[in-house]
């Protein structure tokens, strides 16, 4: 779904990648994206912060589209690839940022709200030194595949990993070396907020 954001405006060398086409089955099968945590949808948090970021926003999801377009441009998993996870939706992220002549995506997922624009640049940060490689989060000893910075001259091997029909993300993120960014005293930016007690804190 071609959406209506800022794409008037050149594109930059890294688009932010909103994550937001999971099924909700810990939701009670509701769009994560549009639930409410402290005021606002969790996915809004969350484009505000890649935005803050990169300037644009690009958004994998599978429903409550026009929703999401009043945040970025949306679009949707390749049909061979629907319903199989995060991995699929970061390869779309990966095809669709290439087409628009970006050479890399900054990706989050729509259910950590607490993500901020700090954490944001200093991923970002951390891939312009080394741009060759991706780029992940690291918190109190633990990887966080799905938050950092991927080129999009990873999706070749990334549709490979999953007509393998392995959606493992760790397991991607291994096999392209990514660099661990370590980020110190923000365990409370990568609480997954998944389930509707979590939306509470």
């Not at 029909?165 to 392209?176: G, I, P, T």
Request: aromatic share 6%; with cysteine.
């Amino acid at each position: 779904m071609n959406a209506d954001t800022d794409d008037s405006q050149a594109p930059s060398l890294v688009a932010g990648l909103l994550l937001a086409g999971g099924a909700g089955t810990r939701m009670d099968g509701k769009d994560k994206g549009m639930m409410h945590w402290r005021g606002k949808p969790m996915a809004v948090w969350v484009a505000e912060a890649l935005k803050a970021a990169t300037g644009s926003l690009l958004i994998s999801a599978n429903r409550s589209l026009e929703e999401y377009s009043r945040l970025g441009y949306v679009f949707t998993d390749a049909p061979e690839f629907a319903g199989q996870g995060p991995l699929a939706g970061l390869l779309a992220g990966l095809r669709e940022a290439e087409a628009r002549g970006n050479g890399a995506v900054l990706v989050c997922p729509c259910d950590t709200p607490g993500v901020t624009p700090a954490l944001m640049q200093l991923l970002l940060q951390a891939w312009y030194s080394a741009p060759g490689q991706p780029v992940i989060a690291r918190c109190d000893g633990r990887d966080h595949p799905l938050h950092g910075v991927y080129p999009v001259a990873m999706a070749a091997a990334l549709e490979q990993q999953l007509r393998n029909d392995n959606r493992r993300v760790m397991m991607f993120a291994r096999s392209q070396q990514a660099q661990s960014v370590d980020c110190p005293a923000a365990s409370e930016l990568f609480t997954n907020r998944n389930r509707p007690q979590d939306l509470k804190g």
